[in-house]
């Protein structure tokens, strides 16, 4: 659950992680990360509810912008706004997007980062359209709620589609490892055979989208990291995952390869695991090392299919 409005009373806040060497953080900063769970998130903020917020800001245009602009909104007039990003992921951008909100910036480049200091102004402009840009919505194409900045938004990524294709009806009481906004959760509680379903995103806003989603009462979304140990409950039947490999915009294999372990601490002998992923991918070690069967299914416009069992 996100804690409510009342939690936001520190005046200086962070968006993220930003590097020390890079951006100075106050002691006691409110975190209002969406992919750190417990934070408060930065949509709840009284506005001028701030008085310092540092940002690290998200790759993606929209869900950068919208970002910014909550976080303006927050601060009150006069209040310190640091934004920055790697130069290759956003940073090149954002000078330009803060002065389009009415904002005066100094710029600075170091370590691949682009930082950008500026005060809120007594009247920003152009607030409410991104932060509506970036708001939950409706997506008509899936016909599901989401969100920019959720992964793949606003269509079904073609590993979860190869999974989807290939699925058997499961059975028992099952685990979705990364659900995201629970599309393969649907497809899983179509089965009447399944007893209960305990999906884990550390996405706050996938989590909240998968809540809108999935109104069926075997289903139970959890805001948690993935990888930590109690993320799902013990001696599954089944678990299902297309685990994400990205962290903050970088290539990161270790996420996968460390959810193929949960996996399989969670599932009891015999439990059966099915994970897709992109072709390039180095799972199969892993994959052997932690089940006692694994079975290639299929593998399709650049993403691959693994059965595992326990």
Partial sequence: MRPGPAAAGAASAVYG???AV???????????????????????????????????APPGTIERRAALALGLRALAPGGALTALAPKDRGGTRLSREL??????VEEAAKRHHRICRTRRPAAPTGLEEAIAAGAPR????IGLWSQPGVFS??????????????LPPPAGR??????GIGVIARAVLASPR??????VDIDRRAVEAARRNLTDPRAQVVWADARAEGALPERLDFVVSNPPFHHEGAEDQALGQALIRRAAAALRPGGSFWLTANTHLPYEAVLAEAFRQVTPVAAANGYKLYEARR
């Fill in 138 to 141: 409706m997506v008509p194409e």
């Fill in 22 to 56: 890079l951006a100075e953080v106050p002691s006691g900063a409110l975190q209002l990360s969406p992919t750190i769970p417990g934070s408060v998130a930065l949509e709840d903020l009284g506005p001028g509810s701030l008085d310092a917020l540092v940002l690290l």
């Fill in 174 to 179: 099952g685990g979705d490892l990364g659900c």
């Fill in 99 to 104: 002065a389009g909100f009415g904002c005066a």
């Fill in 153 to 166: 938004w606003n269509r079904i990524d073609p590993g979860t589609a190869l999974l989807l294709a290939h």
């Fill in 17 to 19: 992680l930003p590097p």
């Fill in 194 to 199: 399944v007893t209960a379903l305990t999906l």
